[in-house]
């Protein structure tokens, strides 16, 4: 099983400023077995990027997914009002289980 | 709109079961991949189980397997799972969501549903 530690577990900045997520994989894998969510209070998840650097339906060019091997990042390059929530990655593999990161969380400074 | 909607979540004893029901609208149910996804309060996302549309491939989580019975009825766009032996630690939102294929850049669940609250406690 494919352990996903996902760092840091807080990040606190401003509306504008840049915000680096970092989702490190227990073994390499895949680039796209690589995926990453929003969640914001109350919601259901919210897909965002799909093999580690497509955006997916809808979602703004300030997200941007990258990576591979062990190390991924995703990248907001400047919050918006909105971007403040939880993101996680998961490993969405050939085979289950299909694992989780812990999540970080982008709170306002 | 496509869409997927959860019922049956509700409060039940440990050893206790209840069933969850999912149902989905909005495009071609049976074309699709379908799972479950919980998640515990604050916690986070646990995949729970898979079912493939022809229901020929299904899978489970190691903390549910033997006592969660994932299965879908094409011809009603839904998608159940039965859960029994319920522990306290079952406790949790439950999410019903679709599989999308991405061909060379894989797969994701890229439809949620706003999930149901199941609390396993006497």
Same mark, same amino acid.
């Given at each position: 099983?494919?352990?996903?530690?996902?760092?840091?577990?807080?990040?606190?900045?401003?509306?504008?400023?840049?915000?680096?997520?970092?989702?490190?994989?227990?073994?390499?894998?895949?680039?796209?077995?690589?995926?990453?969510?929003?969640?914001?209070?109350?919601?259901?998840?919210?897909?965002?990027?799909?093999?580690?650097?497509?955006?997916?339906?809808?979602?703004?060019?300030? !997200?941007?997914?990258?990576?591979?091997?062990?190390? !991924?990042?995703?990248?907001?390059?400047?919050?918006?009002?909105?971007?403040?929530?939880?993101?996680?990655?998961?490993?969405?593999?050939?085979?289950?289980?299909?694992? !989780?990161?812990?999540?970080?969380?982008?709170?306002?400074? | 709109?496509?869409?997927l909607v959860e019922s049956g979540?509700?409060?039940?004893?440990?050893?206790?079961?209840?069933r969850l029901s999912c149902a989905a609208s909005?495009?071609?149910f049976g074309?699709?991949?379908m799972?479950?996804?919980?998640?515990?309060?604050?916690?986070?996302?646990?995949?729970?189980?898979?079912i493939?549309?022809?229901?020929?491939?299904?899978?489970?989580?190691?903390?549910?397997?033997?006592?969660?019975?994932i299965s879908r009825d094409n011809a009603d766009n839904s998608l159940y799972l039965?859960?029994?032996?319920?522990?306290?630690?079952?406790?949790?939102?439950?999410?019903c969501?679709?599989?999308?294929?991405?061909?060379?850049?894989?797969?994701?669940?890229?439809?949620?549903?706003?999930?149901?609250?199941?609390?396993?406690?006497?």
């Amino acid at each position: 099983e494919i352990v996903l530690t996902q760092s840091p577990g807080t990040l606190s900045l401003s509306p504008g400023e840049r915000a680096t997520l970092s989702c490190r994989a227990s073994l390499s894998i895949r680039s796209s077995y690589l995926d990453w969510y929003q969640q914001k209070p109350g919601q259901a998840p919210r897909l965002l990027i799909y093999g580690a650097s497509s955006r997916a339906a809808g979602i703004p060019e300030r !997200f941007t997914g990258s990576g591979s091997g062990t190390d !991924f990042t995703l990248v907001i390059s400047r919050l918006e009002p909105e971007d403040f929530a939880v993101y996680y990655c998961q490993h969405y593999g050939s085979s289950p289980p299909y694992t !989780f990161g812990q999540g970080t969380k982008v709170e306002i400074k | 709109e496509m869409q997927l909607v959860e019922s049956g979540g509700g409060l039940v004893k440990p050893g206790g079961s209840l069933r969850l029901s999912c149902a989905a609208s909005g495009f071609t149910f049976g074309n699709y991949r379908m799972n479950w996804v919980r998640q515990t309060l604050g916690k986070g996302l646990e995949w729970v189980s898979s079912i493939s549309p022809g229901s020929g491939n299904i899978y489970y989580a190691d903390s549910v397997r033997g006592r969660f019975t994932i299965s879908r009825d094409n011809a009603d766009n839904s998608l159940y799972l039965q859960m029994s032996s319920l522990r306290a630690e079952d406790t949790a939102v439950y999410y019903c969501a679709r599989t999308e294929v991405y061909g060379d850049y894989g797969d994701a669940f890229d439809i949620w549903g706003q999930g149901t609250m199941v609390t396993v406690s006497s």
